[in-house]
């Protein structure tokens, strides 16, 4: 089983529409949708969902009115400010779900008792079928945090799922940026394709996304998106990338085929025999290739 998974340095790449199309073309294939803040992969694979979990990336604090004797020690204790007075109530405090960061404190130290102190509900993961094979997502609740976490639980429930199917691959939609997601989707991950775009903004996140993958010593390959906007910048960009060490895989012209696709929730090799689509195939020969390539090479 090869997991291989794609990232980018920013949003707006084509990123899920190029995992898309991956996941079409590759052999008994599992997905795994690990950008849990903006999940979209689901719009275009259609999944059934079989299983619904919710997920806990932490605990939260919450004053049990009947216990309490408002002595405010919570509300001394709390660095976070999060214990809120309320005046000519009772009890006379009450905990701020949203600036509660979960560290416990007013709960270990409460003299009566009063402060339960229980996971608290952060979004919902799924394990889903589509027409390719099985898929693991998820969706984090709003102003949630702990992404870090749910993408870690995706990720290994994909695999175990791999496994257990003797899957051939594990396909996995990163997040964008370099942040917390991101270095939750790379650890341990067998490759990463980077996708990017010739532009300013393209050129500089792909500068800091390499970094990211070069520091945690994971093969990375690079996919040049809308390549035939900026030729210059395209060109530019690829060194970038060959002086870091990173091979380029390919290049995907620019398509209006592929808004198209995404309405008809369709991946694009399967939409459209136009060029696009060919370009989008010779990514994923090249790339397996390569990987080939490095394995044998591994093995001598």
Request: one cysteine or more; proline letters at 6%; glycine letters at 8%.
């Amino acid at each position: 089983m090869i997991e291989i998974t794609v990232i980018s340095g920013k949003g707006g790449t084509g990123k899920t529409s190029l995992v898309a199309s991956l996941t079409s073309l590759a052999p008994k294939p599992a997905v795994a949708d690990c950008d849990v803040d903006a999940a979209d992969l689901h719009l275009v694979l259609d999944p059934q969902v079989k299983e619904s979990h919710d997920f806990s990336g932490g605990k939260l604090a919450e004053i049990i009115p009947a216990k309490c004797n408002s002595c405010g020690k919570c509300y001394e204790l709390c660095r976070f400010g999060a214990v809120i007075k309320n005046e000519n109530k009772k009890p006379a405090y009450a905990i701020d779900p949203i600036s509660c960061e979960g560290c416990g404190v007013c709960s270990y130290f409460c003299p009566e008792k009063a402060i339960a102190f229980e996971p608290a509900i952060n979004g919902q993961w799924y394990i889903s079928e589509t027409r390719y094979g099985p898929m693991v997502h998820a969706k984090l609740g709003i102003a949630e945090e702990n992404s870090g976490k749910l993408v870690a639980l995706v990720r290994d429930q994909a695999k175990k799922i791999a496994e257990n199917k003797n899957l051939s691959y594990v396909i996995v939609d990163g997040p964008p940026g370099i942040g917390c997601p991101v270095i939750a989707s790379v650890t341990g991950t067998d490759y990463v394709l980077i996708v990017t775009e010739p532009t300013l903004s393209g050129e500089h996140d792909l500068a800091r996304v390499m970094e990211l993958v070069n520091y945690f010593k994971i093969p990375a390959f690079l996919c040049l998106n809308k390549h035939d906007i900026n030729p210059a910048m395209s060109d530019k960009i690829e060194n970038l990338a060959l002086n870091a060490g990173i091979k380029v895989v390919g290049r995907i012209r620019y398509d209006r085929a592929v808004t198209e696709a995404q309405i008809k929730k369709l991946p694009l090799v399967e939409f459209t025999d136009a060029p696009v689509a060919t370009d989008l195939k010779n990514v994923w020969n090249t790339l397996i290739h390569e990987i080939n390539l490095l394995q044998k090479g591994s093995h001598n």
